[in-house]
């Protein structure tokens, strides 16, 4: 069974606070993404990664920043939190091209 | 631009009745294609997929059917229970792409019992 799992399951943070959001999983995938889920918006896909050290922007990195430095373990950074980036957070992995994603539990992030 | 598209919000079915989630795509390289049920604070948990190769897949109560034609899919629930209450994302990705799946905006599925 494929677990994914999020350091933490809600987070307040200030306005311009530093905020490191942690994924681990467990299945030795290659590839590992963050995304953001807005009302209304969907799942938007902010970075993601298809080997350690390696990342790519996705469609919103602006603001964002991340970090793979083992392969099981994928990091999204707030530099500066503000509080347009309150949302969910959702890690997911996959073994590679088109495998199916396996998402984390979410982490509900509030930026006062 | 929103290359894959859910264009109701929310829907509402009996129990015991048939439930049908809508998807539409525009960008003809997509190929392979997921649908996700997500539950309040929890991720997004896979249910069906299906290739661009096959025109329809199945598993148990859920069906999902592909028009490539009409670049629409649907999923299909039968027959619907309350535990299947969530909010439905399909999603598409392209072979000769990147990693990446672009995820509709979701379906809230409501199951009245």
């Known amino acids: 069974d494929v677990k994914v799992t999020q350091s933490s399951r809600y987070l307040v943070k200030r306005t311009g606070e530093k905020v490191f959001l942690e994924c681990v999983q467990d299945?030795?995938?290659?590839?590992m993404f963050w995304y953001r889920q807005d009302p209304g918006l969907g799942l938007r896909l902010i970075y993601f990664?298809?080997?350690?050290?390696?990342?790519e922007k996705g469609d919103i990195p602006e603001g964002y920043s991340v970090s793979r430095e083992k392969k099981e373990r994928f990091s999204l950074i707030l530099e500066s939190a503000s509080t347009n980036q309150t949302s969910m957070y959702l890690c997911?992995?996959?073994?590679?091209?088109?495998?199916?994603?396996?998402f984390g539990p979410g982490t509900r992030l509030l930026v006062l | 631009d929103q290359q894959v598209k859910q264009n109701s919000p929310s829907l509402s079915v009996q129990e015991g009745r048939i439930s049908i989630l809508n998807c539409d795509y525009t960008?003809?390289?997509?190929?392979?294609f997921l649908w996700y049920k997500k539950y309040p604070a929890e991720g997004p948990t896979f249910l069906i997929s299906i290739s661009s190769i096959k025109d329809k897949n199945e598993d148990g109560r859920f069906t999902v059917f592909l028009n490539k034609s009409a670049k629409h899919l649907s999923l299909h629930i039968v027959p619907s229970q309350p535990g299947d209450s969530a909010v439905y994302f399909c999603a598409a990705s392209a072979a000769s792409g990147t990693y990446k799946y672009i995820f509709g905006t979701g379906t809230r599925l409501k199951v009245l019992a």
């Open positions: 299945m030795d995938h290659e590839n």
């Open positions: 997911a992995s996959s073994f590679g091209g088109q495998e199916t994603q396996y």
């Open positions: 960008n003809s390289m997509f190929d392979y």
């Open positions: 990664s298809y080997d350690v050290k390696m990342k």
